[in-house]
């Protein structure tokens, strides 16, 4: 039985969160992402394997190298499952506004 990493397991990490901020930016070696940690490489690399499981990061060979990349499809994922919440949050703190504008007290 294969087991499927849950892409929002992943991304509750912090460790994997600034993982993804750093290759948002451009494409980096394991050993260059594990420079900007205090992390073992071990453990970066394991960050890394779960991120590339969830397909939130693709991999490239170049020569030796392996670059990992941001998958800007599964973060897109990730956001329309958020944006319905993040709109019901909205419209709630734009209705508790307009009532606190409109209290008696607050006038």
């Known amino acids: 039985m294969e087991l499927r990493r849950d892409v929002f397991q992943a991304i509750a990490d912090p460790t ?3 993982i993804i901020t750093l ?3 451009h494409a980096m070696t394991p050993g260059a992402i594990a420079e900007n940690f205090d992390s073992s490489r071990q453990t970066i690399s ?3 394997q779960i991120l590339t499981e969830c397909e939130i990061l693709g991999q490239e060979q170049n020569g030796r190298e392996i670059y990992y990349h941001l998958n800007p499809k599964k973060l897109k994922e990730i956001a329309d499952f958020v944006e319905p919440f993040r709109k019901m949050w909205d419209d709630r703190f734009n209705k508790l506004e307009n009532i606190m504008k409109n209290y008696p007290g607050n006038k």
């Open 23 to 25: 290759v948002a930016l």
């Open 46 to 48: 394991r960050h890394i």
């Open 16 to 18: 994997r969160r600034a």
